[in-house]
């Protein structure tokens, strides 16, 4: 591929109408040098050939002139040359090589595009020449991007070149801006930088955590950390030499601005109730400071560590005292103040059994106030978490009270608020709860403000243009006025989802027209109690029981092919239960039989065990169980259309075993599962029993309905437009 042209210099490149007059006779290349222009052939090939995506003809022609006609010119440049001796153009051409070597290998990793060839080539050349005049490559490496840098500095021929060590400081200032949440991990490559230390304390303002973790390593970089005189620096790397640092790690802010000191963090360190007393106060102290738009550093280390102390300490403890009476299951709580109660219930979601908020965290919130006011309690924790408060309380049906016990305006406002700003978040969490929170409140009056803050949302996000804004309160309004019946809303229509308001047998059913149910059980005393009574309750002629040593298949003799799969409850202790459930999970996979109903048997604390191993085919779930509204977000992430009934509170074998029989006939009768029609016979068969209050239906998950909504929609859950 080479050609001979005669050319100005060493750098002037032809243009295309040159090239075509300008060629000479081959010059004689000396062997020596020839293995070099021969590698450099191949390369040109080589890159020659690679994808141009997405370019037009002019750039396409452009980059087959480059990698064609200036790379031989190059090369004959070079050999024409008299100013450099045989050395100085193996120097060159080596150098050349490594270039198109590295360029071709960070294409292939998709670091740089094929098109800005041209760019490196050019880069190249203008290095080429500060070099052939024995001057520095800086302003080169300065001038072109941060890839392109990287190719010149790895060149054979700039090795020796005066600006060589300061254009590799210079790259990896480069690549720390690029790229700043990577800055400790080039860092660790490169700890002497002399950008180092400016970079250690960016670094210290963006990620605490990360900088707390590499200034504890027994690297390099970690001593360079250990020994920064930046003030925030110097406070994390003390806490990452000392063995408790992650302790004091909630409070770096104010450690930091000298508002805290390590001794009085000392002092409560080894008493884990003083300790969560002191991460409430600055809690909420920091929420304070949020108000005022006022970051503090590490915040969410704050409240995670709240909330890990909120769980161990007290949490898992009044959860576990749950057969005991209440004045010694929560006597516990008596040290703590309303507002450390308050974060027992905000954070301890996930965690608390529905009776440990009830009857324990939530009233004692009220009885330890000397005027029992929702809005005060608020003001007192600056507001922090609110929203989740909120929705705790719709969910345990204690919205109402809660909101009662301040005054009809103030009521109004918090509710405003709790609607408002849906779409600022990074997650539909806050939108899911509203839905959910709408579902559960009775007052039509607090129901219609609601709506009307919903419908004000809509309209101010349409004004903006603010799509996002747009899609989460265009799906609330339609909920929220489907829940009127005189308004004739068809939810699944509306919204595009698959039906709400019924499940179609034959959706129920597999490509042999079987309807594969799994009920799941757990071997404590309520369990084997609960175990026995659905057994009694199908042994009739409708039904045929057969046993194995881990589960029972319960089948319908007539009508269509309904088959009840239920791990026996057996031992807990020896985890026997959980063996049985894997069992049968292993065989219904060998079998191929895919459950589209899913049954969950147990206390809330089981629950999570259930969803662990919840079949992605399930189309109707019933979660039974304490506090099973709670998980509606976790199912949904296994089987996103799945119609759910749950219960917010106790869920009760009273009502859990006639709900499933009649579900059960009605499947094996070959009849739909009219949601509506359903829930008015059992509200008929349960009229004297107020826990079936607490169930809710699959058309009135306002939740689950919204996140299926806006899955449909294919949009992103988080982020700006």
Known sequence: MIKIFLLAGLLGFTTLAEAQTSVKPD???????????????????????????????????????????????????????????????????RGLNDVMTAFLSNVNARKIKPLAFADALAAYSEAMQLEHDHQSILPVINKNRLEI????????????????????????????????????????????????????????????????????????LGAKIRTSQD?????????????????YFPFLDDLYRGKRTFEEIDAVMDDSIKYYKLLVQTEIDYAGRLIRRDTPLVMPTLTARLQQKARDVFINEINGLHELPDNVRFKKLEQLTTEELYYLATLGEEEIYTSSYTHGVYPMVFQKMKVPRGDSLLMRVKFDHFKKWIKMAANYNTLDHFLKTMEKENAEILMKAFVKGLDKTKSLEDAVDVANSYASITDKNLQALILNQVQLNLEEAGNSGNTRGQHIYSILNTLFLSMDPANKIDVATTLGIPPVYFMPNQSLR????????????????????????FLNGFSNANWKITHTKDWVAVASTKGVPV?????????????????????????????????????????????????????????????????????????????????????????????NAPMISALMETARSGKDLNWPHLWTNLSAMFKNNETFADYVPPHRNLGAVFIMAYSKMNLPEAGEE
């Open 27 to 93: 010059v004689q290349i000396p062997l020596m040098r020839r293995k070099f222009h021969e590698d450099v052939d191949k390369l040109q090939k080589a890159i020659g050939a690679l994808p141009l995506a997405n370019a037009d003809q002019e750039q396409k022609m452009h980059a087959e002139y480059t990698i064609g006609t200036k790379v031989d010119n190059f090369q004959t440049a070079i050999e024409l040359d008299s100013t450099l001796s045989d050395n100085d153009k193996i120097k060159y051409l």
């Open 149 to 220: 840098g990287y190719l010149l500095v790895s060149s054979f021929a700039f090795q020796g070149n005066e600006g060589i060590k300061p254009a590799k400081d210079l790259l990896v200032l480069k690549e720390c801006q690029k790229n700043p949440a990577k800055t400790m991990s080039i860092l660790t490559r490169y700890p002497d930088s002399p950008y180092a230390d400016s970079l250690i304390a960016l670094a210290a303002r963006r990620d605490q955590e990360e900088l707390y973790t590499f200034a504890a390593a027994t690297n390099k």
């Open 231 to 247: 003030p925030l620096v110097k406070v994390i790397a003390k806490m990452a030499r000392m063995k408790t640092g992650r302790q």
């Open 510 to 533: 597999d490509s042999s027209g079987r309807i594969i149910v799994e009920q799941f059980f757990y071997g404590d005393k309520d369990g084997k109690t609960v175990f026995n009574a």
């Open 563 to 655: 088959t009840i799969y239920a791990n026996k409850p057996l031992d807990e202790e020896k985890g026997l239960d959980a063996e049985a459930q894997a069992n049968l999970n292993k065989y219904l996979a060998e079998k191929n039989l895919n459950p589209t109903v899913v049954i969950h048997r147990g206390h809330s604390y089981y629950l999570n065990a259930t969803i662990a191993q919840l079949a992605p085919s399930a189309k109707v779930i019933l979660l039974g169980s304490c506090g099973g509204y709670q998980s509606l977000n976790q199912v949904l992430g296994i089987c996103p259309y799945a119609q759910i009934i749950s219960s917010k509170q106790t869920g009760s074998g009273l009502i």
